[in-house]
């Protein structure tokens, strides 16, 4: 008898202590989920940019939360208004609480310039080497450029493969002195400054040493380029 009582009691006690599973209409909205999450995205986003689309992942249909009865709440802890992919934080304060990450996209459709070609190093750019297609910034890791004007007659650093989104990164800086430039050689001896005439015998950059023909005798000097069309030397 006393073995009976103890199993009457133990089924008692599953029945009716123990706190019954939730039900399905008991459970929070995974949808109502994912469109707090959006909702936050999209403001962010739209602080940088004007027409920015939010895409938000689906969450495990499996996922079982209590229903959030203060309203649910969304944040971020960190700023999450740039292009690509972003995790969206949604929280429910009580009384059960809970708080659940949601992995979101916010794609930015911007025109930029791509190589319609490949394209060798060294290549300066014509018209026929590009073209112009919209294209997700937030699949790039640098920034583009969106006219072709601003890339015509530009140098290429490395090689090109088409439908590559092109960057400044992808040129060769213009040089500030072009080879055959005449220019003016500056030498300083003690307070007073000696200027000359001479010619570039190779391009440089501000900074760089360039070789220099001296018009006046003909020898060739080496010095630094103090700026366009000015080679500083020493005496």
């Given at each position: 008898?006393?073995?009976?009582?103890?199993?009457?009691?133990?089924?008692?006690?599953?029945?009716?202590?123990?706190?019954?599973?939730?039900?399905?209409?008991?459970?929070?909205?995974?949808?109502?989920?994912?469109?707090?999450?959006?909702?936050?995205?999209?403001?962010?986003?739209?602080?940088?940019?004007?027409?920015?689309?939010?895409?938000?992942?689906?969450?495990?249909?499996?996922?079982?939360?209590?229903?959030?009865?203060?309203?649910?709440?969304?944040?971020?802890?960190?700023?999450?208004?740039?292009?690509?992919?972003?995790?969206?934080?949604?929280?429910c304060r009580g009384p059960v609480s809970w708080t659940?990450?949601?992995?979101?996209?916010?794609?930015?459709?911007?025109?930029?310039?791509?190589?319609?070609?490949?394209?060798?190093?060294?290549?300066?750019?014509?018209?026929?080497?590009?073209?112009?297609?919209?294209?997700?910034?937030?699949?790039?890791?640098?920034?583009?450029?969106?006219?072709?004007?601003?890339?015509?007659?530009?140098?290429?650093?490395?090689?090109?493969?088409?439908?590559?989104?092109?960057?400044?990164?992808?040129?060769?800086?213009?040089?500030?002195?072009?080879?055959?430039?005449f220019i003016q050689l500056i030498a300083t001896v003690?307070?007073?400054?000696?200027?000359?005439?001479?010619?570039?015998?190779?391009?440089?950059?501000?900074?760089?040493?360039?070789?220099?023909?001296?018009?006046?005798?003909?020898?060739?000097?080496?010095?630094?380029?103090?700026?366009?069309?000015?080679?500083?030397?020493?005496?």
């Amino acid at each position: 008898m006393k073995t009976l009582s103890s199993l009457v009691f133990a089924v008692f006690s599953v029945m009716f202590l123990t706190p019954p599973p939730l039900q399905a209409n008991s459970l929070q909205s995974i949808s109502e989920i994912e469109q707090t999450a959006y909702v936050f995205a999209m403001q962010q986003a739209r602080m940088r940019y004007d027409n920015p689309q939010v895409i938000v992942d689906s969450l495990d249909p499996r996922l079982r939360l209590h229903p959030c009865e203060r309203g649910m709440e969304a944040f971020a802890n960190r700023d999450v208004s740039s292009a690509g992919s972003q995790t969206i934080g949604v929280r429910c304060r009580g009384p059960v609480s809970w708080t659940i990450y949601v992995p979101t996209r916010i794609r930015v459709m911007q025109a930029a310039v791509v190589a319609a070609r490949p394209l060798s190093a060294n290549h300066v750019l014509t018209s026929e080497d590009i073209r112009t297609e919209m294209v997700d910034i937030g699949n790039l890791r640098q920034g583009v450029i969106g006219h072709s004007d601003l890339v015509l007659g530009q140098t290429l650093r490395h090689p090109i493969a088409a439908g590559t989104v092109l960057s400044n990164n992808n040129f060769r800086q213009q040089a500030t002195i072009k080879r055959g430039e005449f220019i003016q050689l500056i030498a300083t001896v003690g307070k007073m400054e000696v200027r000359m005439q001479g010619t570039a015998m190779a391009d440089a950059m501000e900074g760089e040493r360039l070789r220099v023909r001296n018009s006046s005798s003909e020898r060739i000097v080496e010095g630094i380029v103090d700026g366009p069309g000015r080679v500083r030397v020493s005496m």
